[in-house]
């Protein structure tokens, strides 16, 4: 059986999706960043917050020391694919009204995956990259993504007064 025709795409649709993904993703990632700790005092209380903060990053450091081992036996795409769905079902899963317990695990995998997303958004832009324009490419990345930041805390304040906390993660999973 013959093999099917795959269309190429420049080059230039592949950055502008990168580009458009990561703005997205920076919005998402800034609203929640402006009402995370606020949320685990609720939890938890103030005293634990700063415990919850740095259980949260070891685990994120652990996730990105042991990625490989997940790109080697799945691959890129599926690993990263698996990182954004896990990262979705945890700001899913904090907009609801769930358990202390609850919401302190799936805030941990939300900070835990959201830096693999950010790898993997990365790694898919050096993947397309020609060695002679990566610099132009990173910059436009980071423009995008510093662009996603900038509009956030506007964006947050109009959300809080409207629907709470518990919007402003229903909102970033989308």
């Known amino acids: 059986m013959p093999k099917a025709k795959v269309a190429k795409i420049p080059l230039h649709f592949i950055f502008r999706r990168i580009h458009i993904l990561t703005f997205g993703f920076a919005v998402s990632i800034g609203l929640v960043s402006y009402i995370e700790s606020s949320f685990l005092q609720e939890r938890v209380g103030e005293k634990a917050v700063g415990s919850i903060f740095t259980l949260s990053y070891l685990v994120a450091i652990v996730g990105l020391l042991s990625l490989s081992v997940f790109v080697r036996k799945f691959g890129k795409r599926k690993t990263f694919v698996v990182a954004y769905h896990l990262l979705w079902v945890s700001l899913v899963i ?41 610099g132009t490419t990173r910059g436009q990345y980071l423009t995008a993504m510093n662009l996603g930041w900038i509009v956030t805390p506007l964006i947050t304040g109009l959300i809080a007064d409207w629907g709470g906390v518990r919007a402003i993660f229903l909102l970033s999973a989308l």
């Open 94 to 134: 904090l907009s609801l009204r769930v358990p202390s317990g609850l919401a302190v695990t799936f805030f941990t995998l939300f900070i835990a995956t959201s830096w693999v997303v950010v790898l993997g958004l990365n790694l898919a832009l050096e993947q397309y990259s020609k060695n002679s324009t990566t």
